[in-house]
């Protein structure tokens, strides 16, 4: 079972940064998509941002130009870096690992999740 810890959140006022991080840990024979979504009150779980096991990335629109997704495979981690952030950006936070372990074959893990508020 591969387990996610998600670390980084807090409170900042608009115009401020944040960096999210997510450690993957396991029995994880490789990974390839690594992604962070979010899920603000009363709204379904979206994409915020994923990056390919060879280091391509996608961003929500919204996110374009403000939040970097990285990752080190050597580590087994994720980041987030979010600047310019906006009150809208107030969200839960979730990292998700796709990938191949050594026991179970294919998994599809989860974080618990890291609370970002941003202040106006």
């Known amino acids: 079972q591969v387990q996610l810890v998600e670390s980084g959140g807090g409170l900042v006022q608009a115009g401020e940064s944040l960096r999210l991080s997510c450690a993957a840990s396991?029995?994880?024979?490789?990974?390839?998509?690594m992604a962070w979504y979010r899920q603000a009150p009363g709204k379904q779980r979206e994409l915020v941002a994923l990056i390919n096991s060879v280091g391509s990335t996608n961003y929500a629109d919204s996110m374009k130009g403000r939040f970097t997704i990285s990752r080190d495979n050597a580590k087994n981690m994720v980041y987030l870096q979010m600047n310019s952030l906006k009150p809208e950006d107030t969200a839960v936070y979730y990292c998700?690992?796709?990938?191949?372990?050594?026991?179970?074959?294919?998994?599809?893990?989860w974080g618990q999740g890291t609370q970002v508020t941003v202040s106006s």
């Open positions: 998700n690992v796709q990938g191949r372990s050594y026991y179970t074959g294919g998994f599809n893990s």
């Open positions: 396991g029995r994880i024979r490789n990974i390839d998509a």
